[in-house]
């Protein structure tokens, strides 16, 4: 699946905002290659720069200096919409915050990111992977219904269900109790491996992180 395809590079990444004081960097000179088909965790403590990592290489931000490259594509020579349909069919997210819809069902939040990427039988495809999360019983339950536990799996059925080439996680576990993060790390390597995408995940869980068969350190901004 991934023989043709280049990896995903970093490429000397810089990040640097304004502050009170002046400029404030964030990211250094950040380079290393990541072959499409792993499970890479992005490590450090808290302000390190992990997430600023994980929003430039989805092409959620633009860096300062350097590029990312993703797909044989410069990241810095799409324009916002270039950058979004190459999200749109290529990757998927999970976050620590679920982002789920409220006014929406569980089956309608995982049915939404389908339907708006023009895949056909989009319910079947909804109910099978809310069934392999173990929620085909919690179908028509809104998001506040529902444990955090619940509403992070549907958060990984609905990212699952467009079968993207990337898979970014950040901090998927940050917010659930011990036994529903581990229900929920078994789940994410669980479907990424059947699906055979790339896991970028972010986290300050050595445990989480000593799951993957790769692990890229930042420390002050700078790759260790």
């Known amino acids: 699946m991934y023989e043709n395809l280049n990896p995903?590079?970093?490429?000397?990444?810089?990040?640097?905002?304004a502050s009170s004081e002046g400029s404030l960097t964030i990211l250094h000179d950040i380079c290393f290659e990541i072959q499409y088909g792993q499970s890479v965790a992005i490590t450090g403590s808290s302000g390190s720069g992990k997430s600023t990592l994980l929003g430039l290489l989805a092409g959620l931000d633009l860096p300062n200096s350097g590029n990312v490259s993703m797909l044989g594509q410069n990241l810095n020579e799409l324009d916002e919409d270039g950058r979004a349909q190459l999200r749109a069919s290529h990757m998927s997210f999970v976050f620590q915050s679920f982002q789920l819809l409220p006014h929406l069902s569980a089956l309608e939040?995982?049915?939404?990111?389908?339907?708006?990427?023009?895949?056909?039988?989009?319910?079947?495809?909804?109910?099978t992977w809310l069934n392999k999360v173990g929620l085909q019983d919690r179908l028509h339950h809104f998001p506040k219904t529902l444990s955090g536990g619940e509403q992070q799996r549907v958060a990984l059925a609905r990212a699952f269900i467009s079968e993207p080439d990337i898979l970014f996680a950040d901090e998927p576990t940050g917010s659930l109790d011990e036994a529903s993060?581990?229900?929920?790390?078994?789940?994410?390597?669980?479907l990424n491996q059947a699906?055979?995408?790339?896991?970028?995940?972010?986290?300050?869980?050595?445990?989480?992180?000593?799951?993957?068969?790769?692990?890229?350190?930042?420390?002050?901004g700078r790759l260790l």
């Open 8 to 17: 995903l590079s970093a490429n000397h990444l810089g990040k640097s905002v």
């Open 109 to 127: 939040n995982v049915m939404l990111p389908a339907q708006l990427g023009g895949l056909k039988e989009v319910k079947e495809r909804a109910l």
């Open 181 to 190: 993060g581990e229900r929920v790390i078994e789940l994410l390597f669980e």
């Open 195 to 220: 699906n055979y995408s790339t896991l970028i995940l972010v986290t300050h869980d050595p445990a989480l992180a000593s799951r993957c068969q790769r692990q890229i350190q930042i420390q002050g």
